[in-house]
């Protein structure tokens, strides 16, 4: 197992467009692995591929708060949503900045498990926030793109201001 590197934004992979996983083999099954680590690490609820600089559809997540509940969803595509809800929202990737964003409250997901087997499964609450908020980053999209440019802009610019005093002590 390994804790990997995660990116942060403004850093330009994390715009990049994840690819489909072609197949679940022993290579995606310790990506997960180390996803699940460095996810629980941080703490994080969730953790798309995208953050630690890998390209593939790919996502975990846990909201239960004690490590009992991890989902592994590969290739995730939502085949249905209904309801609205707005919640906080904090990412790794944009350390310390929390902004309400409004989610499906409630989704339907097909995806590969970690056995590529294809299953569906339901979510609702910070559960199916935080499945959309990992299949956004799949797709290059960070939280921060619902605020207003100028919210964005302030927190790209303290976040860049914090990266270059921690290169100055470093
Ligand atoms: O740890 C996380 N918390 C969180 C809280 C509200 C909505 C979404 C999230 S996901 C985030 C981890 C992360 O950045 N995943 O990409
Ligand atoms: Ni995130």
Same mark, same amino acid.
Request: hydrophobic share 40%; with cysteine.
């Given at each position: 197992?390994?804790? #990997?590197?995660?990116?942060?934004?403004?850093?330009?992979?994390?715009?990049?467009?994840?690819?489909?996983?072609?197949?679940?083999?022993?290579?995606?099954?310790?990506?997960?692995?180390?996803?699940?680590?460095? *996810?629980?690490?941080?703490?994080?609820?969730?953790?798309?591929?995208?953050?630690?600089?890998?390209?593939?559809? #790919?996502?975990?997540?846990?909201?239960?708060?004690?490590?009992?509940?991890?989902?592994?969803?590969?290739?995730?595509?939502?085949?249905?949503k209904d309801g609205v809800t707005v919640t906080d929202e904090g990412c790794l990737s944009v350390p310390g900045y929390f902004e309400p964003v409004e989610r499906a409250g409630h989704?339907?997901?097909?995806? #590969?498990?970690?056995?590529?087997?294809?299953?569906?499964?339901?979510?609702?609450?910070?559960?199916?926030?935080?499945?959309?908020?990992? *299949?956004?980053?799949?797709?290059?999209?960070?939280?921060?793109?619902?605020?207003?440019?100028?919210?964005?802009?302030?927190?790209?610019?303290? #976040?860049?201001?914090?990266?270059?005093?921690?290169?100055?002590?470093?």
């Amino acid at each position: 197992m390994a804790k #990997l590197k995660i990116l942060e934004f403004p850093d330009p992979r994390l715009r990049t467009r994840a690819t489909p996983v072609a197949e679940v083999d022993a290579r995606i099954r310790t990506l997960i692995d180390d996803l699940f680590e460095t *996810m629980y690490a941080a703490p994080g609820i969730g953790l798309a591929a995208t953050q630690v600089d890998v390209h593939e559809r #790919l996502l975990v997540a846990d909201v239960s708060g004690d490590q009992t509940e991890p989902h592994a969803l590969i290739n995730p595509v939502i085949v249905e949503k209904d309801g609205v809800t707005v919640t906080d929202e904090g990412c790794l990737s944009v350390p310390g900045y929390f902004e309400p964003v409004e989610r499906a409250g409630h989704i339907r997901v097909r995806h #590969l498990n970690r056995d590529g087997e294809e299953v569906e499964m339901e979510a609702e609450g910070l559960l199916a926030v935080c499945i959309q908020h990992e *299949m956004d980053h799949l797709d290059g999209k960070l939280f921060v793109d619902y605020l207003s440019e100028a919210k964005r802009g302030r927190i790209r610019k303290r #976040l860049e201001k914090e990266r270059r005093q921690q290169a100055q002590v470093a």
